[in-house]
């Protein structure tokens, strides 16, 4: 449906988003974008908690092999999204490491 359509592109987005920064804050030294990348991830992680939940909220009397199969599928992407983010932390990660020649505590 629309919204399901809707919250898979917000966080396709997101990621896609939190990858660029994290790839251009490693190739730039940039360790302010570095920085952002963590607070960015709480809301990837909401958006993902979001589509989870969008696409299982069916009342479990209506849910037929289709639609289980389909809810499984979008948390799938959804958890896929949400691990892009995560590796966009760990180069922010990199990056202060690579910058500093420290780790974040």
Sequence with gaps: DASTRALIRRLGRQAALQVRIAVNAFVDRDLV???????????????H????????ERPSNLVDEAT???AVQLTLVARHF??????????AAF?????????AR
């Design 33 to 47: 974008a570095a920085a952002a990348l963590v607070d960015m991830d709480d809301a990837i992680d909401d958006l």
């Design 68 to 70: 289980l199969q389909r």
């Design 49 to 56: 908690d979001l589509l989870v939940r969008h696409a299982l």
């Design 95 to 103: 990056t202060r490491f690579v910058v500093t020649g420290t780790h």
């Design 82 to 91: 949400e691990r892009a983010g995560d590796h966009a932390v760990t180069i």
